[in-house]
Antibody, heavy 121, light 107 residues
């Protein structure tokens, strides 16, 4: 069965860095585009970034552009989110999510369980 | 950016009721619209994609309709496990955007 396991969250000071991981299993990871979506405490869902199946196409929300980098290692079935220059407003639960196909313009079907990032001094 | 507006923001209903949630896009998105269910402390669950197609394993009590700018999610015969927050999302263009959510509560 499809499984996505998010990890790497924690507490970091403003200006710091963190790398999130999403370990995928139960499907051919290299055939699917993948997203990161976040949810601040008691807030709604906010899309963060997407990467195509082969890593050639990437899109970012304006709120993270230039600070966050999405990447993937298809040999390790793992999705990453490198987060630099973190701000208090980046505090959120971060979810990885799989799309239904290889392209970036397709809907999401499966979600990871989420990992909490807290940016605080 | 495409703005997604859901109504109502909250809704009270009873077990057995049928409810409808509306989502409006600020510009046409064809049928590139998805619906998600989220329970407190849990990851979202995908319900519907392409405005009206059920994700695998989702019961037929959930249905979606619409195209262009106006969309609806209907849940028939509400059960206790259906009380949650529901979000719409457009994936027609980047940045992908979500509605603000509709909290469905037990009356």
């Amino acid at each position: 069965q499809v499984q996505l396991v998010d990890s790497g969250g924690g507490v970091v000071q403003p200006g710091g860095s963190l790398r999130l991981s999403c370990a995928a299993s139960g499907f051919t990871f290299s055939s699917y585009a993948m997203h990161w979506v976040r949810q601040a405490p008691v807030k709604g869902l906010e899309w963060v970034a997407v990467i195509s199946y082969d890593g050639t196409n990437k899109y970012y929300a304006d709120s993270v552009k230039g600070r966050f980098t999405i990447s993937r290692d298809n040999s390790k079935n793992t999705l990453y989110l490198q987060m630099n220059s973190l701000r208090v407003e980046d505090t959120a639960v971060y979810y990885c999510a799989r799309t239904v196909s290889s392209g970036c313009y397709s809907p999401v079907d499966y979600w990871g369980q989420g990992t909490l990032v807290t940016v605080s001094s | 950016d495409i703005q997604m507006t859901q109504s109502p923001s909250s809704l009270s209903a009873s077990v057995g009721d049928r409810v409808t949630i509306t989502c409006r896009a600020s510009q046409g998105i064809s049928n590139s619209l998805a619906w998600f269910q989220q329970k407190p402390g849990k990851a979202p669950k995908s319900l519907i994609y392409a405005a009206s197609s059920l994700q695998s394993g989702v019961p037929s009590k959930f249905s979606g309709s619409g195209s262009g700018t106006d969309f609806t999610l209907t849940i028939s015969s509400l059960q206790p496990e259906d009380f949650a927050t529901y979000y719409c999302q457009q994936y027609k263009s980047y940045p992908i955007t979500f509605g603000q959510g509709t909290r469905l509560e037990i009356k």
